[in-house]
């Protein structure tokens, strides 16, 4: 569809450039003007790109709407898009960093139907609220891509397709390692009490690791849940949430962490409460995503364990581009495969690591 659409822009382009020279009033096309490199508007998909116009260089045009620049994840996962999606690649990507609101990323998706992108690709904040605006785009006949957190919509034809982590398997993740750790320190049978700092509330992350835990802790019922609060995915908020967890309780034995940032607030928390964390300290600290710089908190001995959440999703977006424009069909979920990470592999690991 899309080789068709560029095939009647570059016929049309054709004919504006024969009528202009016919007319030999010294009209410049505009044509192949100003690609400009990827756009960043902090919540507003303002780049003056044309579909169109790139069509005629031959580049495939991307809008990509990116959540914010709330983590070390994220910043991976950025910089795994912006490396991919570059002319030299064939791409002319639209960047848009919508801050953290949906509000922002509906008026950059909006943005990039007005300029006719030839693929739109969200990396949503939160499952729900896309109905309408996917259902714009499906008019205008771009294919949606939802990369990294999942979106919740009453027509699945909406988009095209899903590449991202299955978080509710990491909250899995996070019980078995917690688990099987506490069995080998002959923990198994204590009391233990927890605190969730949780990521933004209604993001796929969040849900699908607190009932990921939620569900498989049910089966230790010597684990209290003593309180979950969200910490936005930020380390400033997780360390302020931790400050008033341990106000509230002197009796801490586990803090799972929503991300890794929250976990470095965390941890700063608890040093500066007196205390003491990771493997030889009072709580241990659970977390996701695996950064290198949970790799470090491991090495140092401040963070017990990390389960990965992988942002690098540049390519296996434009793997799913590739084989649309070549007219193929593309899986419509893929699903990322994701380890967990132990502090005591931590300093063999982390040499091995791309983010
Ligand atoms: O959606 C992935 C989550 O978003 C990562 O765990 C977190 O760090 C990020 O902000």
């Not at 959440?309 to 994701?338: F, M, S, W």
């Amino acid at each position: 569809m899309k080789s068709f659409k560029r095939l009647v822009a570059l016929l049309a382009v054709i004919m504006l450039v024969i009528s202009l020279a016919a007319c030999g009033n010294g009209t410049k096309s505009t044509v192949g003007q100003d690609t400009g490199g990827s756009k960043e508007s902090g919540g507003e998909a303002s780049g003056t790109t044309d579909g169109a116009d790139a069509a005629g260089d031959g580049l495939v045009v991307v809008g990509f709407s990116q959540v914010g620049a709330e983590s070390d994840w994220r910043t991976a996962n950025t910089e795994s898009m912006k490396a991919t999606f570059v002319e030299g690649n064939g791409y002319q990507l639209i960047f848009d960093d919508a801050q953290q609101k949906q509000e922002n990323q509906i008026k950059a998706v909006r943005n990039f139907i007005q300029q006719d992108v030839d693929y739109i690709v969200i990396a949503p904040v939160t499952e729900t609220g896309w109905d309408t605006v996917l259902q714009e785009a499906k008019e205008a006949g771009i294919p949606v891509i939802i990369v990294d957190r999942m979106i919740d919509v009453s027509d699945d034809s909406l988009f095209t397709a899903w590449v991202g982590s299955n978080f509710l398997q990491e909250g899995y993740n996070a019980v078995e390692w917690l688990a099987d750790y506490l069995e080998s320190k002959g923990r198994a049978d204590e009391q233990i009490n927890i605190v969730t700092l949780q990521g933004t509330i209604g993001s796929s992350a969040q849900i699908g690791r607190t009932d990921g835990f939620a569900e498989k802790m049910a089966a230790y019922p010597n684990w209290t849940m003593l309180e979950k609060q969200t910490g936005e995915f930020t380390q400033s908020r997780g360390q302020e949430v931790m400050e008033s967890f341990l106000k509230s309780y002197d009796d801490i034995d586990v803090v799972i962490a929503e991300n890794d940032n929250m976990a470095f607030g965390a941890i700063d928390a608890i040093k500066a409460a007196g205390k003491t964390c990771g493997p030889d300290g009072d709580i241990i600290i659970v977390s996701f995503d695996a950064v290198a710089a949970a790799f470090d908190a491991m090495i140092a001995g401040d963070m017990n364990v990390s389960i990965e959440c992988n942002p690098l999703h540049g390519p296996r977006v434009a793997e799913i581009i590739q084989k649309l424009e070549a007219g193929e069909t593309v899986d419509k979920l893929q699903y990322v495969d994701e380890g967990v990470f132990p502090a005591e592999t931590a300093a063999e690991i982390k040499p091995t690591r791309a983010y």
